[in-house]
């Protein structure tokens, strides 16, 4: 039997992955992939633990959810970032600072 | 070890070592490709998990929709007026400190931790299981997830067209 621990790790070590994405890039379209890296590995925890522990379907089905909310949410977030490029003609999270001053 | 094991262990490896791609690769459409291993490496774990149907979903959704939309947003983005820019990155140590903050934070919970007794089932095919649940005790939040799709695609649309003063 492959122990739960080997599915824990390996969501641990991609969420964690995820939060380095979003820290480190300065690409917008680059900063929705470390978002997609961790909502994907929180959907492994869940169905993980829907098949070792609860051996229900309720765990999938959150799952279910969690893939519909980051479709609408990657749709979204293009279309801003699009339209952001479209008017200030950069992406770098770090020049879209005028609400700032 | 099995050979099933065998195979488990490489595609977690391969998952892995794809995410790393996305996250430390210069040049954003190389992440954008590496995400299209990291996604279906995941679709292959759900297969092991014995979720049969998420594994389908995650295809279709994540790798022909989610994945797509991310290609087409990096094909559209890619003139900038700064080429220094395309690949510019945070200060690497402060981010890998922040990562490292969170992975001892996730260590101490799954090692600290003592799970309660697993159980291991044969397989049932989970779609029937899926359909029943998502009609009957899911019904609410089913029917909010189809306002929220309407919502954000109308909402996609509106955001992304040109406006009337642009033209």
């Known amino acids: ?101 | 070890m099995e050979l099933n094991e065998i195979l488990l262990y490489g595609i977690m490896i391969m998952t892995i070592l794809s995410a790393a791609i996305v996250t430390f690769s210069n040049k954003i459409i190389y992440s954008a490709f590496a995400l299209l291993l990291t996604f279906t490496g995941f679709a292959a774990l759900y297969i092991y998990l014995s979720a049969d149907f998420l594994a389908v979903v995650q295809i279709l959704i994540y790798v022909g929709g989610i994945l797509i939309l991310i290609i087409f947003g990096v094909l559209m983005t890619q003139r900038m007026y700064d080429l220094s820019a395309l690949t510019a990155h945070n200060s690497l140590w402060l981010t890998l400190g922040g990562g490292a903050a969170v992975a001892a934070i996730l260590a101490l919970i799954i090692f600290k931790n003592s799970w309660a007794p697993l159980v291991d089932k044969s397989f049932q095919a989970t779609t029937d299981a899926i359909g029943s649940a998502i009609l009957t005790e899911y019904l609410l939040p089913f029917e909010i997830a189809s306002l929220l799709l309407l919502g954000a695609l109308i909402g996609a649309v509106y955001i992304a067209r040109a406006g009337d003063d642009a033209k």
Do not use: C, W
């Open chain 1, 1 to 101: 039997m492959i122990p739960l621990n080997a599915f824990l790790i390996t969501a641990a070590v991609i969420f964690v992955l995820g939060i380095i994405t979003i820290l480190y890039k300065k690409n917008a379209v680059g900063i929705l992939m470390g978002v997609e890296l961790i909502l994907n590995s929180v959907n492994l925890n869940f169905i993980a633990f829907a098949r070792y522990i609860d051996h229900q379907i309720n765990g999938q089905i959150i799952a279910l959810f969690v893939i519909i909310l980051a479709a609408a949410e990657a749709a979204i977030a293009l279309a801003i970032i699009l339209n952001i490029y479209r008017t200030r003609t950069t992406i770098d999270v770090t020049q879209i600072d005028h609400m700032s001053s």
